[in-house]
C-alpha cells in the first residue's frame, strides 16, 4: 500500500510511524532515497538561502527523523531495540575493512579473476543464508562474512583492471566499472523493496534479501 508523507513535517513522519506500528506492526526495509532541490531553475549562483534550507530539510533533517522514528520497527522479528538494529548495517562493514587487510595477498596467491568469482559466489550464498536466520547472533555473524566476502571483489577488481586494460582505455573502463556499480546498488534497493512487499507473507524482509542473493 501507499502512504502519505510530508519530510518536511514531524507530524506526518510521526504520524506515518503511528499508522505503521499499528498496521501491519513491523517494518521489513527502509530505505531512504529522498533527493530534490527545491528551487531547481534556479542555477547555482541564484540559489536562495531559503531554496537550501528547504531542500536540506527534506534531504537530510527529515531523513534523519524518519529513519529515528521507524528504526525501533526494523528490530520487531528479533525483539532487539533501535539500537542493536542498527549494528546488522556494522557488522557487515567491519567484515570489509577485515576483509580489505588481506585480500591483496590473496588475490596474488589464487589471481585476480578466480578471487572476483568466488567473491560473488560466497556473498551470494551468504545472502541466503542471511535470509535464513534464526537468531540474531547467527545473523550478524553473517553479516560479517558476507562483508568479508563482497570485500574481495573491488580489490581484486582494480587490480585487474589496472593490469588486464589498456592505459588508454583505462579512465573509461574504470568509468563503466563504477557506473555499473553504483546502478546495481540502486536495482538492488529496488528489488528487496519489490520482494519484501510481495513477500510479507513469508517473512517480508526475508524474502527481499533472498531475492537480492538471488538475482546475485
Not at 502519505?4 to 507530524?11: E, F, P, V
Not at 506515518?16 to 549562483?45: F, H, M, W, Y
Not at 538561502?49 to 520497527?73: H, K, M, Y
Not at 536495482?187 to 538471488?214: D, H
Amino acid at each position: 500500500r501507499a502512504e502519505l508523507l510530508d519530510l518536511s513535517s514531524q507530524r506526518s513522519i510521526e504520524s506515518l510511524a503511528g499508522r505503521v506500528s499499528q498496521d501491519p506492526g513491523r517494518l521489513d526495509i527502509l530505505v531512504n532515497n529522498a533527493g530534490i532541490l527545491v528551487d531547481k531553475e534556479a542555477s547555482p549562483t541564484q540559489v536562495t538561502r531559503d531554496s537550501l534550507e528547504s531542500t536540506l530539510q527534506i534531504n537530510l533533517v527529515g531523513t534523519v527523523q524518519l529513519t529515528q522514528a521507524l528504526l525501533p520497527l526494523l528490530g520487531e522479528d528479533f525483539r532487539v531495540g533501535a539500537g542493536a538494529a542498527m549494528t546488522s548495517m556494522s557488522a557487515a562493514t567491519i567484515g570489509m575493512a577485515v576483509g580489505l587487510l588481506g585480500s591483496g595477498t590473496l588475490s596474488d596467491r589464487i589471481g585476480r579473476t578466480q578471487l572476483m568469482r568466488w567473491s560473488l559466489v560466497l556473498a551470494a550464498a551468504l545472502g541466503v543464508l542471511v535470509a535464513l536466520a534464526p537468531t540474531w547472533p547467527g545473523l550478524l555473524g553473517l553479516r560479517v562474512a558476507q562483508g568479508m566476502a563482497l570485500s574481495f571483489y573491488p580489490a581484486a577488481a582494480a587490480a585487474y583492471l589496472r593490469e588486464e586494460v589498456d592505459r588508454d582505455s583505462h579512465a573509461r573502463i574504470s568509468g563503466l566499472y563504477i557506473g555499473g556499480t553504483a546502478i546495481g546498488g540502486m536495482l538492488g534497493r529496488l528489488v528487496a523493496g519489490l520482494g519484501a512487499g510481495l513477500g510479507s507473507e513469508y517473512g517480508g524482509w526475508r524474502s527481499g534479501l533472498a531475492c537480492v542473493a538471488v538475482l546475485s
